[in-house]
């Protein structure tokens, strides 16, 4: 199946900086990909969609000058959290749609706020 | 906005135990997709349904679709260990557009007694 591939896999960073993650559509290209944040023993919540070459949609309630997504090309979408809280600790996954509108996860990353 | 209830939420058996998980939408749906999440892991695609009524299998796991689009079912036979994850549902909802997204449910933890 496709490969999609997310980095950094784990990040520790302290409060008030911004960390950027990265998600790639390894043997495909991907117009939409996804953002989804999921705390422990829950489900999915997406935050946000993806489009290449356009602003990212976002659902209610995630702020968008907090998580700032760029869809540069059509294999490479980045979340970027704006001055992390602890709050914002989490496990970020990220999937990308192919042409037959299957979504591929990427492995997650586990986002630490100290 | 469109809700997807899966049940249950926690299903513990013996291994060789049948399982089955249910997933009910409060809109009609133009496909419906099953993943599983091991545990640290990610969500794996496991299959998608897009007709009216359609079952597939997948070895010992059989995936249906109800007549009216609006549910399905993940029925597992003779349990392995390795079945352990959490089991999701997503289903979608064509909005007419390109700009569409899977709505998951909440899982249900499949864990299994050797």
């Known amino acids: 199946g496709a490969v999609v591939s997310q980095h950094p896999s784990r990040v520790i960073c302290k409060s008030g900086t911004s960390v950027k993650i990265e998600c790639r559509s390894l043997?495909?290209?991907?117009?939409?990909m996804f953002w989804y944040r999921q705390f422990p023993k829950q489900s999915l919540m997406l935050m946000a969609t993806?489009?290449?070459?356009?602003?990212?949609?976002?659902e209610q309630g995630v702020e968008k000058d907090k998580f700032l997504i760029n869809h540069a090309s059509l294999t490479l979408s980045t979340l970027t959290v704006t001055s992390a809280h602890p709050e914002d600790s989490s496990f970020y996954i990220c999937?990308?749609?192919?042409?037959?509108?299957?979504?591929?996860f990427g492995p997650g990353t586990r986002l630490t706020v100290l | 906005g469109q809700q997807v209830m899966q049940i249950p939420q926690y299903q513990h058996v013996q291994e060789g135990e049948d399982f089955t998980t249910y997933c009910n939408s409060s809109?009609?749906?133009?496909?419906i997709q099953w993943y599983k999440q091991r545990p640290g892991g990610h969500p794996v695609f496991l299959i998608q349904?897009?007709?009216?009524?359609e079952v597939k299998k997948q070895k010992r796991l059989t995936f249906q679709f109800g007549e009216a689009k609006k549910n399905s079912s993940l029925h597992i036979t003779a349990t392995q260990t390795t079945d352990v994850g959490t089991y999701f549902c997503?289903?979608?909802?064509?909005?007419?557009?390109?700009?569409?997204?899977?709505?998951f449910g909440k899982g249900t933890l499949l864990t299994v007694n050797p």
């Open positions: 997503a289903g979608r909802v064509n909005s007419g557009g390109s700009n569409y997204k899977l709505t």
């Open positions: 809109t009609t749906l133009s496909n």
């Open positions: 999937s990308a749609r192919d042409f037959a509108d299957t979504q591929y």
């Open positions: 993806s489009n290449e070459g356009s602003k990212a949609t976002y």
């Open positions: 349904l897009v007709k009216s009524g």
């Open positions: 043997d495909f290209q991907a117009t939409t």
